[in-house]
């Protein structure tokens, strides 16, 4: 069973950049396909993002493509997620997920989840 931590959010001006960081502890990382959700006060979570347990492949929901990166450095058993041009839309609390079979949007399919990182955006 596999333990996520989020870090590196934070208030940032609009036009501005944040890196989050997601730290895994307690299974083989390499093993886990990782995304990135965010939630909204009022909204449902959404995806963001997602990447490949190699980091061959990755995929952007449309809000985000060209704007935010997802990496991951299976030595340091971290996934990142990289944040351009942030828009005061961005705000939200974003959570790292994790899951050995699923790669894909869907939230419903991931087993293990992070407490979350608060990023807001100030216009």
């Known amino acids: 069973q596999v333990q996520l931590v989020e870090s590196g959010g934070g208030l940032v001006q609009a036009g501005g950049s944040l890196r989050l960081s997601c730290a895994a502890s307690?299974?083989?990382?390499?093993?886990?396909?990782m995304g990135w959700f965010r939630q909204a006060p009022r909204m449902e979570r959404e995806f963001v993002a997602v990447i490949s347990w190699s980091g061959g492949s990755t995929y952007y929901a449309d809000s985000v493509k060209g704007r935010f990166t997802i990496s991951r450095d299976n030595a340091k058993n971290t996934v990142y997620l990289q944040m351009n041009s942030l828009k005061p839309e961005d705000t939200a609390v974003y959570y790292c997920?994790?899951?050995?079979?699923?790669?894909?949007?869907?939230?419903?399919?991931?087993?293990?989840w992070g407490q979350g990182t608060q990023v807001t955006v100030s216009s």
């Open positions: 307690g299974g083989t990382f390499s093993t886990y396909a």
């Open positions: 997920a994790a899951d050995q079979i699923y790669y894909g949007s869907s939230r419903y399919e991931y087993d293990y």
